[in-house]
């Protein structure tokens, strides 16, 4: 698929998670950890222990973006997006990955849209759908987070242009009640 050339390696910067340290950071929170990014409007809830519709079916389930994505995905899960955009509340929800990057070791967070239609890989394949990616950085003025827009699948080229922005890390779901799933 697109989305695995999608991933290349991000410049080299002290300070960026591995995989694992990502892993560990968002794994601190018993049913996962919340990013909220500078200005507190736009979030992302990760969790590696809930599961959605699509992570119970057998052929998109758990391993599915480290067999079929990004072979070097280190943990799987789910997460809800929401941004305000135009004073409207607009929200995003899928499947998730920590990846290890391949030359770097960095740790890069991969977001999937996913709807209630993919039960099988091909009703997957067929419906373009949102991505994200979020890489976790030290920096000496504090945390901050590199990530990219939603872009569609389908219309990618090239590699996600990223920015940097301050973020925290909250334990818990503060983006939406775990039943809107």
Known sequence: MALACAIGAPPAVAGVLSGREFQNLLAGGPEGTTIVFQGGTDKIFYSPTLKNKLRLSSELGPGFLKQKILQNTVTEGVFIGATIEGGKLRTISGIAG????????????????????????????????????????????????????????????????LTTVPCEFIVGNTVAPAGSQ
């Not at 990057?101 to 419906?127: M, Y």
């Not at 827009?149 to 219309?155: T, V």
């Open 98 to 161: 920590i990846a290890a990057d391949n030359e770097s070791g960095h740790g890069v967070l991969t977001l999937l849209q996913t709807f209630p239609e993919d039960t099988n890989i091909k009703a997957f394949q067929k419906r373009d759908r949102l991505y994200s990616v979020v890489i976790v950085e030290d920096a000496p003025s504090g945390v901050v987070c590199r990530r990219s827009h939603w872009e569609k699948l389908f219309a990618l080229k090239g590699e996600p242009k």
